[in-house]
T-cell receptor, first 112, second 111 residues
Framework: SQTIHQWPATLVQPVGSPLSLECTVE??????LYWYRQAAGRGLQLLFY??????ISSEVPQNLSASRPQDRQFILSSKKLLLSDSGFYLC???????????FGDGTRLSIL | SQQGEEDPQALSIQEGENATMNCSYK?????LQWYRQNSGRGLVHLIL?????REKHSGRLRVTLDTSKKSSSLLITASRAADTASYFC???????????FGKGITLSVRP
């Protein structure tokens, strides 16, 4: 069966520090991968999605970036975090566009 | 802009009662999906209904879709305290088939 791992679960970072969040999927090949941010009490905002290695689409302008160095690995990065980057970050995968998405347990990011 | 909007924003019911949650959307869809999120966790896919379907069932869940009214409803029958969570509708639209989530409904089921 397929599983998705996302870490760390919680992260507290100072303003201006770098960020690297990692997500890996097991049990499937060539998944579509997604990064979302969820503000408190709000819906999900799609940040990036990828349909293949090295293929990244950005949905919103921001100081975050994403990379897909391997088929089942998706990384969310920032060179310098802002206070507004605080939130709950979720990684997800699907077997194709319009298909159900399967989510990791998220990373709670707090910027001080 | 928000494609799917759920109604009500919050719902509190007694265990054993049915819970009905509604979702309205603005543009034509390929399919509509409902997800559940327990506090502090990731979302879990519940059910997908295609634009040419009117009703689907999964266990205690019943989803309807009315494309003429651009609306969907999620019914949870015989609710349990464990059903307490946030529920999101998400629509798939357009050629690129992106999933757009609503803001969610907070369901509280009192034991």
């Amino acid at each position: 069966s397929q599983t998705i791992h996302q870490w760390p679960a919680t992260l507290v970072q100072p303003v201006g520090s770098p960020l690297s969040l990692e997500c890996t999927v097991e049990g499937t090949s060539n998944p579509n991968l997604y990064w979302y941010r969820q503000a408190a009490g709000r819906g999900l905002q799609l940040l990036f999605y990828s349909v293949g290695i090295g293929q990244i689409s950005s949905e919103v302008p921001q100081n975050l970036s994403a990379s897909r160095p391997q088929d089942r690995q998706f990384i969310l990065s920032s060179k310098k975090l802002l206070l507004s980057d605080s939130g709950f970050y979720l990684c997800a995968w699907s077997s194709g566009v319009s298909k159900p998405q399967h989510f990791g347990d998220g990373t709670r990011l707090s910027i001080l | 802009s928000q494609q799917g909007e759920e109604d009500p924003q919050a719902l509190s019911i007694q265990e054993g009662e049915n819970a009905t949650m509604n979702c309205s959307y603005k543009t034509s869809i390929n399919n509509l999906q409902w997800y559940r999120q327990n506090s502090g966790r990731g979302l879990v896919h519940l059910i997908l209904i295609r634009s040419n379907e009117r009703e689907k069932h999964s266990g205690r869940l019943r989803v309807t879709l009315d494309t003429s009214k651009k609306s969907s409803s999620l019914l949870i029958t015989a609710s349990r305290a464990a059903d307490t969570a946030s529920y999101f509708c998400a629509t798939v639209t357009g050629a690129n088939s992106k999933l757009t989530f609503g803001k969610g409904i907070t369901l509280s089921v009192r034991p």
